[in-house]
């Protein structure tokens, strides 16, 4: 039976509020699936409260009856897999009846926690600033044809030889090029045959199993469209394709299922690491920004780098994905703005593939042109329905649609599930 599916993706550089896009519409889905990235995401959902951050396990997980699947296009990491699922279970999340895993996952290991950080750290100030969690090498061993997969963890004899040819491999480069410790390959060996007993009764042919459903499908992306690996600001990217397109190859649904790209979007831009930033504030606006929108991220901690909304990059995201609809995010954050500002253009070179493709230091020249609106300065917070908005806040959504070309469904004015006002279109169940 062919499903109806939706993709839910990033259009920025990540932490646009995914996770609770798909938290949101979770309930009326059979199954949420993430299909690429790892534990370098995370989703915050705030329920009732409660905060729960999610790297690697999909954000439909707090509803009962959804399935949720790790699809093969993730890397997983061991051990954060067994933390989250601890993690989810200490606050009473059956975890363990809800999540299946494609036993084609490549796993994410000790050597590509070392490779990650040795190449950052001798790359000095053209540092990538990743999460140093390993996901650029695990990927790269995935490509290299190397990997370890999930599948691989339940012949304990055949996984031990692999783990021993890739570490042997991997500590040529970790000690003689970087000059940094080998990583321990019986460490490996002994944590993956531990593994393997919680990972069994979730490992599945999650493609299988997703053809199987009779509901709707939830695709959740990872990072964001500007990361995307062919897409974003190369190099200072991720290392997959973040972008509609990889809920496919990433889960093995097939081209003619995905009906629906909903974009996210925060109601500025943000980001972590390093990279070309054309509407980075360095001032009290920016600051405003990221301490009303407590900037911080939600997997390193690290301060998020706050600007503008970029308009001029949102057209390219969504014409990359195909977007049919936008939640806009984070919308309270610019409650105290007297003045808010739209990059509409960029000075000079209009041409947005040189201006993010084409300066390997990162450092842009390129001036944002904007356009200026006034703000409400009002608090949105308790506002449920579109009619409540002031004036200001309604011209602002409206000429943002305009700007972009596509519908905004729904404006989010706080971080609880509940904290959304509902636009045009009622999407919300
Ligand atoms: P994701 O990676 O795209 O899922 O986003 P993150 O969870 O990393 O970052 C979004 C942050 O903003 C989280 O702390 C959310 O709880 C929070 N958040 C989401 N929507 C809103 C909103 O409308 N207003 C405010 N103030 N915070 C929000
Ligand atoms: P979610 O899903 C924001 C960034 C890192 C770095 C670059 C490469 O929560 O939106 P990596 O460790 O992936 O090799 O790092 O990508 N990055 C993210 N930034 N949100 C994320 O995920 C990110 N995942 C990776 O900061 O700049
Ligand atoms: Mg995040």
């Known amino acids: 039976m062919r499903n109806k599916s939706i993709a839910v993706i990033g259009l920025q550089w990540g932490d646009e509020g995914k996770g609770k896009i798909v938290d949101l519409l979770s309930p009326r889905s059979a199954a949420v699936v993430r299909f690429q990235g790892g534990h370098n995401a995370g989703h ?62 490549p796993l994410v290991l000790s050597c590509h926690v070392a490779l990650d950080l040795a190449r950052e750290q001798s790359a000095g100030e053209a540092k990538i600033g990743t999460t140093g969690r390993g996901i650029g090498p695990a990927y790269e061993d995935k490509v290299a044809r190397r990997a370890i997969r999930i599948g691989d963890v339940f012949d304990t004899r055949s996984c031990n030889e692999k783990i021993e040819k890739l570490y042997d491999y991997h500590n040529f480069v970790l000690t003689k090029y970087f000059g940094v410790d080998p990583v321990e390959a019986h460490t490996t060996q002994e944590e993956l045959s531990k593994f393997a007993e919680l990972i069994q009764p979730l ?60 974009g996210v ?61 936008i939640y806009l995010m984070k919308f309270d954050v610019l409650d105290t703005f007297k003045e808010i500002k739209l990059c509409v253009d960029y000075e000079g070179d209009s041409n947005i593939q040189s201006t993010f493709s084409c300066n390997p230091t990162g450092i842009l020249s390129v001036k944002p042109v904007y356009e200026s609106l006034p703000g409400w300065e009002s608090d949105t917070t308790s506002v449920r329905d579109y009619s409540e908005l ?16 596509v519908e905004i469904a729904g404006v989010s004015v706080g971080a609880s599930r509940d904290a959304m006002v509902n636009s045009h279109q009622q999407l919300i169940p």
């Not at 601890?86 to 975890?95: D, F, R, T």
């Not at 002031?390 to 070309?405: D, H, N, T, W």
């Open 390 to 405: 002031p004036s200001e806040a309604q011209k602002y959504v409206e000429r943002l649609s305009e700007l972009l070309g």
């Open 203 to 262: 490992a599945c042919d999650t493609v299988e199993l997703l053809h199987k459903q009779s509901g709707e499908i939830l695709f959740e992306g990872a990072q964001g469209s500007l990361l995307d690996v062919d897409f974003g600001t190369y190099p200072f990217v991720t290392s997959s394709n973040t972008i509609a397109g990889a809920a496919i190859t990433g889960s093995g649904a097939n081209l003619f299922e995905i009906d629906e790209v909903i």
């Open 265 to 325: 979007v925060k109601a500025y831009t943000t980001r972590v690491g390093a990279g070309p930033f054309p509407t980075e504030l360095n001032d009290p606006d920016g600051e405003l920004l990221a301490s009303r929108g407590q900037e911080f991220g939600s997997t390193t901690g690290r301060p998020r780098r706050c600007g503008w909304l970029d308009v001029k990059a949102l057209r390219r995201t969504i014409q990359v994905n195909g977007v049919t609809k």
């Open 44 to 105: 915050t959902l705030v329920v009732g409260g409660a905060k729960t951050i999610l790297h690697l396990i999909p954000s439909g997980i707090l509803r009962e009856g959804v399935v949720n699947v790790i699809g093969n296009g993730v890397v997983v990491s061991p051990e954060a897999l067994r933390n989250e699922i601890e993690m989810l279970e200490s606050k009473g999340i059956p975890v363990r009846t809800r999540l299946k895993v494609s036993t084609e996952c």
